[in-house]
């Protein structure tokens, strides 16, 4: 089984930039595809981004969608997630998440089973 975890998150400016990577450990990292989920306080856990096995197909979250693109290397058994023009409401601990297929509920949260530990990324104004 895959093992994930995050890193890069922190603080920044609304208006800037962050780039999210998860680095994986363990069994074959192509044969998963990944996802980014998110979680603020006392809110559910939201679908920001995913990409298939192979990296041909992407697809976003309405929250993110136009500012934040999703991309993996194989090679190097990462998936990067990078986030442009933030907002306060991008505030939240961002998970890395994996699954053996994508399917039409890539964004449901309940249908990976592999999850990183999280990292927290804090917009300030």
């Known amino acids: 089984q895959v093992q994930l975890v995050e890193y890069g998150g922190g603080l920044v400016q609304a208006g800037g930039s962050l780039r999210l990577s998860c680095a994986a450990s363990g069994r074959t990292f192509s044969n998963y595809a990944l996802g980014w989920f998110r979680q603020a306080p006392g809110k559910e856990r939201e679908f920001v981004a995913a990409?298939?096995?192979?990296?041909?197909?992407?697809y976003y979250g309405d929250s993110v969608k136009g500012r934040s693109t999703i991309s993996r290397d194989n090679a190097k058994s990462t998936v990067i997630l990078q986030m442009n023009s933030l907002k306060l409401d991008d505030t939240a601990v961002y998970y890395c998440?994996?699954?053996?297929?994508?399917?039409?509920?890539?964004?449901?949260?309940?249908?990976?089973?592999?999850w990183g530990q999280g990292t927290q990324v804090t917009v300030s104004s």
């Open positions: 990409i298939s096995r192979s990296g041909d197909s992407t």
């Open positions: 998440a994996g699954r053996f297929w994508l399917a039409s509920d890539y964004y449901a949260a309940a249908r990976y089973s592999i």
